[in-house]
């Protein structure tokens, strides 16, 4: 267990709709971030959090939103789903900056049909 | 701007037989590079990292890397794979300021019997 804890493992949903991925940081950590892990793009990164503010972003559509509430417990809001947005879905955590190295979730396993 | 290549896509190797894995950068500051490792349907581990300390740098199950500036490279060994290290690995680079990290494509191990 990586202390990094994403919801739900599994989601298969129909084009168009809008769906909602979670997850906890680790334990003391401030920062969350975003990645997309499909078979043709590889790993992406989307989008930073740091705190409740956004730090940082990658490659993410407009379609998609993310935010981190004072918790610090973040959320990935994917809406108008395509058949190409079906992916692995990783959130990672980390103190604060990178060079401690990213603390990564087991990642949410999105299937659009 | 930073970037990593990973030479091989699929690398093969007999098990008790030395593992090389080839990660070289591309960034335009002191870089910090990553190593990270990750099973069949899980997250990414962090299997070692270097942050301009020792250029030889040695993480967990047995593998290290070397930080080579004049070759631009920080390639992962391990001296006897086992068949439990058949995975894909991921190289990262980010720099000493910045907030993202940059992956590489990734290699997949395939270990031999």
């Not at chain 1, 919801?7 to 975003?34: E, F, M, N």
């Amino acid at each position: 267990d990586s202390g990094v804890t994403q919801t739900p493992k599994h989601l298969i949903t129909a084009t168009g709709q809008r769906v909602t991925l979670r997850c906890s940081p680790r334990s003391g950590d401030l920062s969350v971030y975003w990645y997309q892990q499909s078979l043709d793009q590889g790993l992406q990164f989307l989008i930073q959090y740091y705190n409740g503010e956004e730090r940082a972003k990658g490659n993410i559509l407009e379609r998609f939103s993310a935010q981190q509430f004072p918790d610090l417990h973040s959320e990935l809001n994917l809406s108008s789903l395509e058949l190409g947005d079906s992916a692995l879905y990783f959130c990672a955590s980390s103190l604060d900056r990178e060079s401690y190295g990213y603390t990564f979730g087991s990642g949410t396993r999105l299937t659009v049909v | 701007a930073q970037s990593v290549t990973q030479l091989g896509s699929h690398v093969s190797v007999s098990e008790g037989a030395l593992v090389l894995l080839r990660c070289n950068y591309s960034s335009s500051v002191p870089p910090y590079l990553f190593w990270y490792v990750q099973y069949p349907n899980q997250g990414l581990q962090l299997l070692l990292k270097y942050t301009s300390a020792a250029t030889l740098v040695k993480g967990i199950n047995g593998f290290e890397a070397e930080f080579k500036k004049s070759e631009t490279s920080f390639h992962l060994t391990k001296p006897s794979a086992h068949m439990s290290d058949a995975a894909e690995y991921f190289c990262a680079v980010s720099s000493n300021t910045g907030n993202q990290f940059y992956f590489g494509t990734g290699t997949s191990l395939t270990v031999i019997p």
